[in-house]
């Protein structure tokens, strides 16, 4: 088959799968399959390293001591983040913030930007295909700013109508949040299109980059982002840390987020005096080795380049539908015509939740249920889908046993 052929040539499969030692564990006797990467991706051997070796030589708190230790972890921690510049081709680390993770991103900037910015009668502008993530915390400050919060609605195939987005921006929206790659159906949604035309309103645009980082490049500059956010632990970095990109002008036109140690200039107790960016986002003791792990993963991506992963990872989209279609009664959610390696179906008269449950004990690992996209479920009216999500280090053979085990489930549930 000319799929297969292909994906041998784009990456070395047999080292990239040894790179991650999990790869190798069994679940409930056989083999593990992993297709649950959008979740969560496995860490190569490089990371998981960088890790240890960090607490066994390099700890101590950064930014504080001048002893030789806490500079080396100074140096590490933004060592860290001057790779997440390059990784984002950001113009400058200052405008880099370590977070939690895409959520904490988010709250960040719905938070901060919503405090200075939105006023009763104001409106943000989100998709219907967004994660809770970029849904709630849009919602908490609309509710607090008495502002509103309008959806852009898609069709079918799982698309933006982009003819309603413009109709939907006017002198009220005061931020557009919109979703990369969405997580339950796949959709790469044409964000620097997107971003052109609220800029052509003067409204900012905070893309949720969860998903993207994984399957393709990511440019600050080119897309013209004024936020973009993302989670280590989704790109083969560590979870408990993730990244806000802000343009330098919003970040220093925004107020803190949080209060405490690294983000002030000065205390006293009639008034604080905040420190400049980066920090002034990020209050108290940071997730330092997160940030070192996070920085070699990153380097890990570039190394085999997003041109072979994204090339191997469509053959695999592509022989997966294939294979998933000759299924009887089986339907895929999300056709769009730009799609990163998610696929969510359900199967006629079949809860999801059983299909997970059976490909479970062949060691076959989805995902079911609504994905925190809940809103996004009730344009099919369905509780939720199985969700197959494919990274560089899954292979044909992965996908060969998703199918046969959908089928085998099919066979006991029909
Ligand atoms: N947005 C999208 C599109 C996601 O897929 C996820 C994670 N599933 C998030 C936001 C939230 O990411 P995190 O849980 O790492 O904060």
């Known amino acids: ?45 490089v990371v998981i390293d960088a890790i240890s070796e960090y607490y066994e030589k390099q700890h101590a708190n950064v930014h504080r001591g001048v002893y030789e230790l806490s500079q080396n972890a100074t140096d590490a921690f933004e060592l860290g983040r001057e790779r997440v510049r390059k990784f984002l081709n950001a113009s400058s680390s200052d405008e880099i ?3 939690r993770g895409t959520s904490e ?42 502002a509103v919060l309008r959806v852009i609605p898609i069709n079918d195939k799982g698309e933006i ?9 006017s002198e009220k929206t005061k931020i557009v949040s919109i979703v990369h790659v969405s997580n339950s159906l796949g959709t790469i949604n044409p964000v620097k299109q997107m971003i052109d035309i609220a800029h052509d309103h003067n409204i900012p645009v905070l893309i949720d980059g969860a998903q993207a980082t994984l399957h393709g490049k990511v440019d600050v500059q080119d897309l013209d982002a004024d936020f973009y956010a993302f989670s280590a632990h989704k790109v083969y970095g560590p979870t408990g840390i993730g990244v806000l990109y802000g343009k330098r002008e919003w970040l220093e036109r925004i107020p803190p987020y949080q209060g405490g140690g690294e983000m002030i200039e000065t205390v006293r107790f009639d008034k604080t005096t905040y420190n400049k960016i980066p920090f002034k986002f990020e209050a108290g003791t940071p997730n330092i080795a997160g940030a070192v792990g996070l920085g070699v993963a990153l380097e890990y991506v570039q190394s085999i380049g ?8 469509q053959h695999l989209l592509e022989y997966a539908t294939e ?24 199967v006629d008269g079949i809860h999801p939740y059983d299909i997970g449950t059976i490909l479970d004990k062949l060691g076959i690992a989805v995902r079911t249920g609504h994905h925190c996209t809940q809103p996004l479920m009730e344009q ?18 992965d996908v060969d046993q998703l199918i046969q085990g959908v089928k085998r489930a099919v066979l006991m549930l029909s």
């Open 1 to 45: 088959m000319q799929v297969l052929e292909k994906e041998l040539t784009q990456v070395d499969i047999k080292k990239i799968r040894s790179d991650f030692p999990l790869l190798e564990n069994t679940m409930r006797g056989k083999p593990l399959v992993f297709l649950d990467s959008a979740a969560s991706s496995q860490k190569p051997q």
């Open 97 to 99: 913030i370590f977070t």
């Open 105 to 146: 991103s988010i709250n960040l900037v719905a938070s901060s930007y919503g405090r200075k910015f939105l006023n009763e009668g104001d409106e943000v502008v989100i998709s219907t295909m967004e994660h809770h993530s970029n849904i709630v915390p849009w919602q908490m400050i609309c509710e607090e700013r008495k």
């Open 161 to 169: 109508l982009l003819e309603k987005y413009r109709a939907l921006l």
């Open 306 to 313: 997003y041109d072979a992963i994204s090339s191997h990872e």
């Open 323 to 346: 294979g998933l279609m000759q299924i009887e009664g089986l339907k895929i959610y999300g056709t769009a015509d730009k799609k990163a390696s998610v696929i969510s179906f359900n």
């Open 380 to 397: 099919w009216n369905i509780p939720g889908t199985v969700r197959a999500s494919f990274a560089v280090y899954n292979n044909k053979e």
